[in-house]
């Protein structure tokens, strides 16, 4: 379960990081209040997460899901350069999310 917590985390991370660009410096209400609750549900999963996933194990696979989801809808709603280069440096990051749960002695 606590996997299926950290992967939501990293869902709602790539929610609050996409919502902080709506958010307009936090003046806009909907999209500041979407973004915040985004970034509880984000930190509460990840906590929940860590309480059967060692710290550094679950801090780098939901920055890594973060990351990458961001990067990908930044392709997909902000036309953000979908070099190859760079599609390949976020498959490198997919790789490393991967091995660390490979290697993680958490079920």
Not at 75 to 92: A, G, H, Y
Request: charged residues 10%; glycine residues 10%.
């Amino acid at each position: 379960m606590a996997w299926i917590y950290l992967a939501a985390a990293g869902v709602f991370e790539c929610g609050w990081a996409i919502g902080i660009k709506y958010t307009e410096g936090f003046t806009r209400v909907t999209p500041s209040v979407l973004t915040i609750l985004s970034m509880i549900i984000s930190f509460w999963l990840l906590s929940a997460a860590m309480k059967d996933i060692p710290v550094g194990t679950a801090y780098a696979v939901w920055t890594g899901i973060g990351a990458v989801g961001v990067a990908v809808l930044g392709m997909v709603f902000f036309d953000e350069s979908r070099d190859i280069l760079r599609i390949i440096c976020l498959l490198l990051i997919v790789s490393g999310i991967a091995g660390l749960k490979l290697v993680s002695s958490s079920s």
